[in-house]
C-alpha cells in the first residue's frame, strides 16, 4: 500500500488498524479501544519518546547547521582548497566514506552522511535517490559490522540470555564475534554500494531518478563562513554518542542504552550550537530560536512516522508473526538450508516490522535452539538473523533508517525505497547464496 499511494502514515495506520480488527476478532468498539491504549502505552515507554525527540531536535540541528554558513564553508573547502571533490563520484565517496567511518549509531551515521553529501547533490546535480542509498547502505550495515555501540548491546543482550537460560554453552562475546564473520548481507551491501559509486551503476528506477533542487547551496559564495560551524557539532555528535553509552552503561559502551545515547547527544549538541553560534555573533539569539523552531517543524512529521512504525512493530509482534513463521520453517528444514531459510524469515519480518532491532529480538530466541537441536552453526545461524534483519529493513518503507536516510538526503521515503531495492536484492541475493554456501561447506 506504501508503494501504491506513496502515502506511508497512511499506509501505516492501514495496517495498524487491520492487525488490531484481526487481534480483536473484528469488534469496531473493542478494536478503537486497543488502539488508544496502543498508542498511550508506546508514549509512556522512555525509550520510544527519546527516539521521538531525536527525531524532532536533529531537524533543529541539521537547521542551526545549514543557517549558520558551515555548510558552504565546507564545500568551499573540499572543493577549493583540498580539491577532493570535483565530480559527482568523489561527492558520494565522501559521503560513503563518512558512513563507513562513524559507526556509533545508525541514525546517527545515516544523517552525517546526508548532512555531508546533501551541498554536493546541489552542487553536482546529484539525485537525493543516490544520496539516500549511499546513506541508507552504509549506515545499518557498518553498525552491524562493527559493534562498539548499541547493535553490539543488544545483540550480546539477546546471545546471553540464550546462554543463561542453557540453550547452549559458549562465551557469549566470542560467538558475537564469530557470528559478526557471517554478517554476509553487511559485507555485501558495503561492496554493491561502493561499486555502484565507483562505476555510477544505475539500475531500475535509480535510472529514471532525478536532482531537485531544495536547498540554495548550487550558487558560488565570495565569502563562505567557516567549515567549523559545521564541522563542530558534528564531531561533537559522535563524540557524546561514546560518551553517553559510557554513562548509560555504567562505564560499560556495550550496555549502554542507545535512545538515551542520542537523545541526549542532540540536546548537548543544540545547547553547544547555542553558545557557539550566538557567542561567535554567527546569528542572534532570535535567529537561533527561530532555526530551531523550523527544524524541528519540517522533521515533526518523521517523528509521527517512526511513531506509527513502532506502532505496528507492537501490532506484528501480539499476532506473533515472527512465532507462526519460523513454525512453518522449523517443519522438516534440512539442516543445509537452516542459514538460509533463517536468512529469508528474519528479512521477512524485518520488511514487515520495520525494525532490524526488533527483527533480532523475535529471531534469535527461535533461531539458537532451532540450531542447538539440528546440531547447525550456531554462529552462521545468528549471522543469518542479523543479515536478514539488516536485509529486511532495508527493503521495508516503514524502517526508521530508511525514513532518516531519505530525511538526511531531502529525499521522498518512496522514491529512496524504489530506487534503493535492486541494489539491496543484489546484496541479498549474494548473501544467501553465501549461506548455502558456507551451510553446505560447514556441514
Known sequence: MALYTRSVLLSLFSGIVLGLFILNSFDVFASVEAAFLLFTSLLTKAWILKTLGFAILVGSIMALIDKSGGIDGFVNFMQNKTKLVKSPRSSLLLSYAVGVIIFVESSITALIAGAVGRPFCDKYRIPQAKLAFVCDSTSAPISSLIILNGWGALLLGLIS????????????????????????????????????????????????????????????????????????????????????????GDGNILKGSGSSAIFYTVLTTMLFTLFYYVGTKNMSLMTWSKTTLIGAKKLFPIAMILLFAFAIGEVTSDLK??????????????????????????SLISFSTGTSWGTFSIMIPIAVPMAVAMDANVALTIGAVISGGIFGDHCSPISDTTIISSMASDCEVIEHVQTQLPYALISGLIALLMFFIVAFIYN
Open 161 to 248: 540470555t540464550q546462554i543463561t537460560h542453557g540453550v547452549l554453552e559458549a562465551n557469549a562475546i566470542d560467538l558475537l564475534i564469530d557470528s559478526v564473520l557471517y554478517n554476509f548481507y553487511a559485507m555485501s551491501a558495503l561492496v554493491v554500494t561502493f561499486l555502484a559509486i565507483w562505476f555510477n551503476i544505475d539500475i531500475g528506477p535509480m535510472k529514471h531518478s532525478k536532482y531537485t533542487k531544495i536547498s540554495a547551496h548550487t550558487e558560488e559564495l565570495s565569502n563562505p563562513q567557516s567549515m567549523f560551524y559545521m564541522l563542530f557539532p558534528i564531531l561533537l555528535m559522535i563524540f557524546f554518542v561514546f560518551v553517553y553509552l559510557y554513562i548509560t
Open 321 to 346: 508473526t515472527g512465532q507462526y513463521l519460523a513454525s512453518l520453517a522449523s517443519e522438516n528444514l534440512s539442516i543445509y538450508l537452516t542459514a538460509a531459510v533463517i536468512f529469508l524469515l528474519s
